[in-house]
């Protein structure tokens, strides 16, 4: 199971919410689509139409061409079902013979049992029916599933699977023989082939009398053209469709002649709210399947739904306005922000929704839809792995370019060129410096991906890069002020990066967490072993719940050091969880060994943080406490570097810190690994170097 698609206990609640929240989004897009007639025809390759602007006078069908029809005569003939008469007298014919060949014994004194066993099948066979194998060979040649088995008045469906032929009921028989104990050899004697006859005989009249019912349901046209209709502007590319639709109009112009549908409107209403319900039915549908996780989380939402409808609807003004042109509009903006903050396959998702909806608006949308879909998938194939911000200029250049290459390849398969006496056939390059405009507008993802950071509280790559910058104000404090923690830190970034790098899951936001995890420390680090020198223990002068109580601090503090100096909340949540609700056990056990007949409140030295959610925060909490651990022990060989990793992860299992993270224990037993690996190679025994024996 991916991680991102985590089980979600299904409530009534939360479908209804769902639902609601699909229908008003729905509403909210249609309520902005344009108002204005437009065509949905697409431009295909064919001929420029030379004359103004075509418009439906009157109501008429569309007349289908002689293929489709004959495409539909073969998709309708897949449910044909041929007659075939079963013949009765066939069956009764040839048991009488198998019995008499019985009483006379040509069948070598067999046992009843075998006898009756073989009557039996004779007349379930008969029953189901035997066809002539030509017959079969020319039902399976034209894929017929089925056929229709009568006797006077009475007939049944029967699947041609379940038809016998000769051959298929003799090895019927021998086939049932085994499952009863009867002996085959014996049964060969029978010559049974005297027995099996063809009892089904096609019926020539009755079958081509259907098939020719379901030809003539077959209906002429594929719909229909209403009255004030575009059908063709100047300068548009004639599809096969749109030859179509002219031809049917040539046809009827002379036949028939209806007002305009008093209710065109609601109807185009309605059209527009299936189509948007359909495609966020879609969107809802994918991430229902393959990112559950997404939904539980407002701020995912909140910006996916945010940039959907907001490109949805700049589209829809640019259109009911006529302001400058779609492509002005840089859409690959959409899959980078998606990319950055979520993953590569829910970028390309929502971005082809969002084009769908865009595309809703314009008149003529395969060009925009083709070119806007490969631009998206470039913006995204150009960020797979983003790590400092001036990727953005590169993946800006590479999304034009391609942009620009799409659309001219879409121009010259219409027959448009770069220069020619007719205008309707040269290229506009006007729509090549408005694709120009909008990769230079796609530069301003850089600043407003911090702004989206912000507002929705999503971290990018490249903020985690530089805030592990260890130059940054608050590391370099650390490093200042508690350098033994500083250095604690690092370690423990450098191992929780190992581990989330072998798990798949977000190393560098692991790596920045473990950075800060310990800023807490700064404000009492003598009080902490890493920072203490000399030998001097501050501790010695305290209780142990003082002592505790200076420890299990560290945490608000870090809380509070990290709203200081604005740090996102998913750092945050690695100061909050590297403890947990654990205990400082060290203090803890002193308390109850020095007071072994009071009851010690284990409140009094417990963390006042939460326990890890996420699969990076325990990673997190596992390293630091086997690199903390790994510090004070008395020698390193791999039996006691195991045996420590071993007892820090199993006690934090037991003690059920990693109940509320979709971590898996093949996770724990990989990561075990992983610290073990390195930890060994950190603290590797080192060779003894010889002293001289004989200085002189």
């Not at 994918?286 to 996916?304: A, C, E, P, Q, T």
């Not at 690959?332 to 929502?350: C, G």
């Not at 903020?463 to 508690?482: C, D, F, G, P, Y």
Request: proline residues 3%.
């Amino acid at each position: 199971m991916s991680r991102f698609n985590k089980p979600i206990k299904r409530t009534w609640k939360g479908i209804i919410s769902q639902a609601s929240f699909l229908v008003v989004i729905t509403f909210i897009t249609v309520w902005f689509l344009p108002d204005a007639d437009r065509g949905t025809f697409m431009v295909e390759v064919g001929r420029p139409w030379t004359y103004g602007r075509l418009r439906a006078p009157f109501d008429f069908y569309i007349f289908k061409s002689e293929a489709e029809l004959q495409r539909e005569r073969d998709s309708i003939l897949q449910a044909y079902s041929p007659f075939f008469e079963q013949i009765p007298e066939t069956m009764d014919k040839q048991l009488a013979a198998f019995r008499k060949d019985a009483r006379s014994q040509k069948t070598d004194n067999l046992p009843r049992a075998y006898l009756d066993f073989v009557e039996e099948q004779l007349r379930a066979i008969y029953q189901q029916g035997i066809i002539d194998l030509d017959h079969l060979k020319v039902l399976q040649l034209q894929n017929t599933q089925s056929v229709i088995l009568y006797h006077g008045r009475e007939a049944v469906t029967v699947p041609v699977s379940q038809l016998y032929t000769e051959k298929s009921a003799y090895e019927h028989i021998f086939a049932a023989a085994e499952s009863a104990q009867i002996s085959r050899q014996r049964l060969q004697r029978l010559n049974l082939n005297r027995y099996i006859k063809v009892n089904l005989t096609y019926d020539v009249e009755k079958s081509e009398s259907l098939k020719d019912e379901m030809e003539r349901s077959i209906s002429p046209s594929s719909g229909m053209v209403y009255a004030g209709q575009n059908i063709i502007d100047r300068g548009d590319i004639v599809t096969e469709e749109t030859f179509q639709i002219l031809s049917s109009y040539n046809r009827t112009i002379q036949e028939r002649k209806k007002s305009t549908i008093g209710n065109t409107d609601i109807q185009i209403l309605v059209g527009q709210l299936i189509y948007v319900l359909a495609i966020y039915l879609c969107l809802t549908v994918y991430f229902n399947l393959f990112r559950k996780d997404y939904i539980g989380s407002l701020r995912s939402v909140s910006l996916l739904v945010a940039l959907i409808l907001f490109f949805s609807i700049i589209t829809s003004l640019i259109v009911e306005h006529t302001l400058l042109s779609v492509y002005v509009v840089p859409y690959a903006m959409l899959p980078i922000f998606i990319r950055i903050f979520m993953d590569s396959r829910t970028a390309f998702f929502v971005h082809v929704v969002t084009i769908m909806l865009c595309a809703i608006s314009l008149s003529y949308p395969f060009e925009f839809i083709v070119t806007q879909l490969v631009a998206g998938l470039v913006a995204i194939y150009s960020l797979r792995e983003m790590s400092q911000r001036s990727q953005i200029i590169r993946t800006a250049f590479l999304v034009t370019a391609s942009a620009l290459v799409m659309y001219l390849s879409i121009e010259m398969i219409h027959g448009r060129t770069f220069g020619g006496e007719d205008a309707l056939l040269r290229v506009d390059w006007q729509i090549y410096i408005h694709l120009l405009i909008a990769g230079v507008l796609l530069l301003f993802a850089y600043p407003l991906m911090a702004l989206l950071e912000r507002i929705f509280g999503f971290i990018s790559d490249v903020t985690l890069v530089e805030l592990s910058n260890v130059n940054s104000e608050l590391l370099r404090q650390l490093s200042e002020t508690a350098p033994g923690t500083f250095q604690h830190s690092m370690q423990v970034a450098n191992l929780a990066a190992e581990v989330a790098n072998q798990l798949g899951v977000k190393a560098q936001l692991v790596r920045t967490g473990a950075l800060y995890h310990d800023i807490g420390k700064m404000m009492n680090p003598e009080f902490f072993t890493e920072n203490q020198l000399g030998g001097i223990n501050p501790h010695r002068a305290l209780t142990n719940r003082e002592s505790a109580a200076i420890i299990v601090r560290h945490v608000q503090d870090g809380e509070e050091l990290a709203d200081r100096y604005r740090l996102p909340k998913l750092v945050r949540d690695f100061i909050t969880t590297h403890h947990g609700q654990g205990l400082a056990k060290f203090f803890y056990i002193n308390e109850k060994n020095a007071h072994p007949n009071e009851d010690v409140n284990p409140e009094d030295f417990m963390y006042k943080g939460e326990n890890p959610h996420t699969v990076e925060q325990a990673i997190l909490m596992m390293t630091d406490a086997v690199e903390a651990a790994a510090r004070s022990m008395a020698e390193y060989s791999e039996e006691s570097i195991g045996q420590l990793v071993d007892k820090m992860i199993d006690g934090q299992v037991a003690d059920g810190f990693f109940q509320r993270c979709p971590i898996t224990f093949q996770d724990i037993y990989m990561a075990k690994e992983v610290l073990k690996k390195k930890l060994k190679a950190i603290y590797h025994t080192r060779v003894s170097y010889p002293t001289l024996s004989n200085p002189n």
